[in-house]
């Protein structure tokens, strides 16, 4: 199959790394492409670009998206005009952290309380319902920490509304939680499901740094629960295609951050980790075939490599270690690649992470 792609960064190119193998061709629709090159056809133009929305709808059988900004208004046109997953409607919920969260409740998924807020007045008023600390954020177009700014006593507010006015805001309250843990699930054309197990995650600056599968003390409860709450999700949106959610672990209890309608960093683990990786399962679903097993192999945990590519010698003479480089230019704060890393017992998972962390300049 001929599979379009709005966007082409490391996502876009993982998806077509899975994909060569079994005879898909990928056409990819991004302004820069740098990590996408070589492995398709680039149409370096935005989404809104509606003549080269055009060009690449009529040119593939089927199309997705590597990240979840790309206007829901192209979305919809693309929609149109060819077979387009997962559907638009996840990204207009997935655009907007009110919208997400009002998604969520209404469906029975417990999230932090939050107060929209658009003036100065609003953020006072937001801050004395919820109480601080408190996280204000922009509610459109904020990734790895960007958009946000921690509210811990009354000071705070003026220079964080200096910093962020000018865009819709929302203001969340804290979740007292044990640990950040996220789902990655795939749902095929027939309704076919599958679900990976949670991970532990580690950020650091709102950057993932690390995510360690399966999640260490992982109860089959708990499993559960995070399957129950991707379920209504999938059920309601008719959804085909990898979904994760972000959670909050408070207790017992899961309590959804947010959630993305694409592939997502903390399932790249599975592409060594894993019987079938997060990208050939996607694609397996976009294009109507079986989706594969989602078994693990054995203790895995995935590093990013951020902002600094390593000695690829030195991490590769570590057992276990598979290092993935995007082909990205480096800079501060951004992603060039990640390293999985698989080990037969926690124990020696953990000495191999921190092998790995030595060799990284922000781990």
């Given at each position: 199959m001929k599979i379009g792609v709005l966007g082409g960064g490391q996502l876009g190119r993982m998806l077509a790394l899975a994909g060569i193998p079994h005879g898909h061709e990928f056409v990819f629709l991004e302004p820069g492409g740098e990590a996408v090159r070589g492995l398709g056809e680039l149409i370096a133009a935005s989404a809104d670009d509606y003549g080269a929305l055009e060009r690449l709808t009529t040119s593939v059988d089927v199309a997705t998206y590597e990240f979840e900004n790309v206007p829901v208004s192209a979305a919809r046109v693309a929609a149109s005009r060819v077979p387009l997953h997962p559907p638009v409607e996840a990204l207009h919920y997935a655009q907007d952290r009110v919208h997400e969260k009002t998604f969520f409740r209404e469906l029975g998924i417990p999230t932090a309380r939050f107060v929209p807020v658009e003036l100065r007045a609003d953020l006072d008023k937001a801050a004395g319902m919820l109480g601080l600390p408190a996280m204000l954020k922009t509610r459109r177009f904020g990734y790895d920490g960007k958009g946000q700014r921690v509210l811990r006593v009354p000071a705070d507010l003026g220079a964080a509304w200096a910093h962020l006015a000018g865009t819709p805001l929302v203001l969340e309250a804290f979740v007292p939680f044990t640990r950040e843990l996220s789902i990655v699930a795939v749902r095929?054309?027939?309704?076919?499901?599958?679900?990976?197990?949670?991970?532990?995650?580690?950020?650091?600056?709102?950057?993932?740094?690390?995510?360690?599968?399966?999640?260490?003390?992982?109860?089959?409860a708990l499993q559960s629960l995070a399957e129950t709450h991707v379920r209504r999700v999938f059920e309601r949106l008719r959804y085909v295609g990898v979904l994760a959610i972000e959670f909050f672990q408070v207790g017992d209890e899961l309590v959804a951050n947010e959630m993305a309608p694409r592939v997502h960093n903390s399932g790249h683990w599975t592409i060594e980790g894993a019987e079938t990786s997060q990208f050939e399962n996607h694609l397996r679903a976009i294009c109507g075939l079986p989706l594969g097993d989602v078994g693990v192999h054995g203790n895995v945990a995935m590093v990013n490599v951020i902002g600094q590519e390593p000695d690829a010698a030195a991490i590769l003479a570590i057992p276990g270690a598979h290092l993935h480089s995007y082909g990205k230019q480096p800079r501060p704060g951004r992603k060039l690649g990640h390293v999985t890393l698989l080990a037969d017992d926690p124990d020696a998972l953990r000495e191999r992470v921190l092998q790995v962390s030595r060799h990284l300049t922000d781990a």
């Amino acid at each position: 199959m001929k599979i379009g792609v709005l966007g082409g960064g490391q996502l876009g190119r993982m998806l077509a790394l899975a994909g060569i193998p079994h005879g898909h061709e990928f056409v990819f629709l991004e302004p820069g492409g740098e990590a996408v090159r070589g492995l398709g056809e680039l149409i370096a133009a935005s989404a809104d670009d509606y003549g080269a929305l055009e060009r690449l709808t009529t040119s593939v059988d089927v199309a997705t998206y590597e990240f979840e900004n790309v206007p829901v208004s192209a979305a919809r046109v693309a929609a149109s005009r060819v077979p387009l997953h997962p559907p638009v409607e996840a990204l207009h919920y997935a655009q907007d952290r009110v919208h997400e969260k009002t998604f969520f409740r209404e469906l029975g998924i417990p999230t932090a309380r939050f107060v929209p807020v658009e003036l100065r007045a609003d953020l006072d008023k937001a801050a004395g319902m919820l109480g601080l600390p408190a996280m204000l954020k922009t509610r459109r177009f904020g990734y790895d920490g960007k958009g946000q700014r921690v509210l811990r006593v009354p000071a705070d507010l003026g220079a964080a509304w200096a910093h962020l006015a000018g865009t819709p805001l929302v203001l969340e309250a804290f979740v007292p939680f044990t640990r950040e843990l996220s789902i990655v699930a795939v749902r095929g054309h027939d309704g076919a499901e599958a679900f990976y197990p949670l991970v532990e995650n580690v950020h650091r600056d709102g950057i993932l740094r690390r995510s360690v599968a399966p999640a260490p003390g992982l109860t089959a409860a708990l499993q559960s629960l995070a399957e129950t709450h991707v379920r209504r999700v999938f059920e309601r949106l008719r959804y085909v295609g990898v979904l994760a959610i972000e959670f909050f672990q408070v207790g017992d209890e899961l309590v959804a951050n947010e959630m993305a309608p694409r592939v997502h960093n903390s399932g790249h683990w599975t592409i060594e980790g894993a019987e079938t990786s997060q990208f050939e399962n996607h694609l397996r679903a976009i294009c109507g075939l079986p989706l594969g097993d989602v078994g693990v192999h054995g203790n895995v945990a995935m590093v990013n490599v951020i902002g600094q590519e390593p000695d690829a010698a030195a991490i590769l003479a570590i057992p276990g270690a598979h290092l993935h480089s995007y082909g990205k230019q480096p800079r501060p704060g951004r992603k060039l690649g990640h390293v999985t890393l698989l080990a037969d017992d926690p124990d020696a998972l953990r000495e191999r992470v921190l092998q790995v962390s030595r060799h990284l300049t922000d781990a």
